[in-house]
């Protein structure tokens, strides 16, 4: 069984551009979650899908968005990038309280 | 609001020694509790959870974690550290509404293993 597939794994983007990550779930797993990891302020939560339904949210600015398609799969978009972005974005799907991580898009906002 | 300490950014051990990774968590509803483990570069791996079921949970490579309630804590242990056990330790925790949808993180600890 495929794990959680992130794309791409190293991405670098200037100061006010935007970008798009993408995450494929498990086969099977209808909810997809989003999370940014960086030095200072750890892991937090961005948002979660189920359905493509936004279910919850998590303490970040408008330009941090998502979006959920029909087969389960999940982009986040960042608009106006700023340097404070640079982090390691986890996407992490899950069903009947099994969740897994992908192994993460490593942003770098130069 | 839930809320996780880990007590000790960095711990060192040595090889074939006790692990012991400290966690406390808050929470207002009946928590879930996880323990994940990161290593360089890479997504997290669940090393177990907590879903209150049984309070001594056992999971992989050797590692188990026992909750109590009481003292508001979910500390992981491994009896004999293996050098490849080196990686960021993360406690998380949910309520029984998110699962494990929605995750609050402590800030890690980071286990260094000592030849």
């Known amino acids: 069984k495929a794990g959680v597939t992130q794309t791409p794994r190293y991405l670098i983007k200037t100061r006010g551009q935007q970008v798009t990550l993408s995450c494929s779930p498990i086969?099977?797993?209808?909810?997809v979650s989003w999370y940014q990891q960086t030095p200072g302020q750890g892991l937090q939560f961005l948002f979660e899908?189920?359905?493509?339904?936004?279910?919850n949210k998590g303490n970040f600015p408008g330009r941090f968005s998502g979006r959920q398609f029909s087969n389960s799969r999940s982009e986040m978009n960042v608009s106006t990038l700023e340097l404070g972005d640079s982090a390691l974005y986890l996407c992490?799907?899950?069903?009947?309280?099994?969740?897994?991580f992908g192994s993460g898009t490593r942003l770098t906002v130069v | 609001a839930q809320s996780v300490t880990q007590l000790g950014s960095h711990v060192s051990v040595s090889e074939g020694a006790l692990v012991l990774l400290r966690c406390n968590y808050s929470?207002?509803?009946?928590?879930?509790l996880f323990w994940y483990v990161q290593y360089p570069n890479q997504g997290l791996q669940l090393l177990l959870k907590?879903?209150?079921?049984?309070?001594l949970v056992k999971g992989i490579n050797g590692f188990e974690a026992e909750f109590k309630k009481s003292e508001t804590s979910f500390h992981l242990t491994k009896p004999s550290a293996h050098m490849s056990d080196a990686a960021e330790y993360f406690c998380?925790?949910?309520?029984?509404?998110?699962?494990?949808?929605?995750?609050?993180f402590g800030q890690g600890t980071r286990l260094t293993i000592n030849p």
């Open positions: 992490a799907s899950s069903a009947d309280r099994k969740v897994a």
């Open positions: 086969s099977g797993h209808r909810s």
């Open positions: 899908y189920f359905s493509e339904t936004q279910r």
């Open positions: 929470s207002s509803v009946p928590p879930y």
């Open positions: 907590y879903t209150s079921a049984a309070t």
């Open positions: 998380a925790v949910s309520g029984p509404l998110e699962g494990a949808q929605k995750l609050v």
